[in-house]
T-cell receptor
Framework: EPEVTQTPSHQVTQMGQEVILRCVPI?????FYWYRQILGQKVEFLVS????????KSEIFDDQFSVERPDGSNFTLKIRSTKLEDSAMYFC???????????FGPGTRLTVL | SQKIEQNSEALNIQEGKTATLTCNYT??????LQWYRQDPGRGPVFLLL?????KEKRKERLKVTFDTTLKQSLFHITASQPADSATYLC?????????FGTGTSLTVIP
């Protein structure tokens, strides 16, 4: 069964460093999403992406964040200068056109020291 | 923005009973509402979707209701099993934005 994959599973970085989190959505899906979940808290929407551009973004998704689909398979989230409070689990999700069912990846745990 | 509340952080029920989870929201009614299951350290898994013009949806042992007057959705698991133990999340969808609740942790006791 096709699934969303994310790499790495765990990323440790120093405050102020740039990180890139990678996702491979399901191949025939055209809508892509990033979410974060701080430990013990709710899943928070960051950004949605369709047709090679951002369709919606939340207040969390400020200038420090960017997304890209560099090729036909990868979807990346970049954090330019990480802060301690960026430590969280980051989930990528994708869905098909005409379906409202999102498929989530296993997540990347980001730890900022 | 939407505020979403899910009933009690933790719910314990006996195996075989029906679990009822609540999702309340403020502000405007969403186009539709979804329920997800999340196991520890894993991503959410989609379970059911209900639209604003639908009152009830069923899928096997799962039932979802949606009352736009009360601004509330109820999620029922009938004949609950220990394998149903997980955190259940509701998500409100408006446009292409998804707002998740904090989740209710369900434990089904054998």
């Amino acid at each position: 069964e096709p699934e969303v994959t994310q790499t790495p599973s765990h990323q440790v970085t120093q405050m102020g460093q740039e990180v890139i989190l990678r996702c491979v959505p399901i191949s025939n899906h055209l809508y892509f999403y990033w979410y974060r979940q701080i430990l013990g808290q709710k899943v928070e929407f960051l950004v949605s992406f369709y047709n090679n551009e951002i369709s919606e973004k939340s207040e969390i998704f400020d200038d420090q964040f960017s997304v890209e689909r560099p090729d036909g398979s990868n979807f990346t989230l970049k954090i330019r200068s990480t802060k301690l409070e960026d430590s969280a689990m980051y989930f990528c999700a994708s869905r098909q056109t005409g379906s409202n069912e999102q498929f989530f990846g296993p997540g990347t745990r980001l730890t900022v020291l | 923005s939407q505020k979403i509340e899910q009933n009690s952080e933790a719910l314990n029920i006996q195996e075989g009973k029906t679990a009822t989870l609540t999702c309340n929201y403020t502000n405007y009614s969403p186009a539709y509402l979804q329920w997800y299951r999340q196991d520890p350290g894993r991503g959410p898994v989609f379970l059911l979707l209900i639209r604003e013009n639908e009152k009830e949806k069923r899928k096997e042992r799962l039932k979802v209701t949606f009352d736009t007057t009360l601004k509330q959705s109820l999620f029922h698991i009938t004949a609950s099993q220990p394998a149903d133990s997980a955190t259940y999340l509701c998500a409100l969808v408006t446009g292409n934005q998804f707002y998740f609740g904090t989740g209710t942790s369900l434990t089904v006791i054998p």
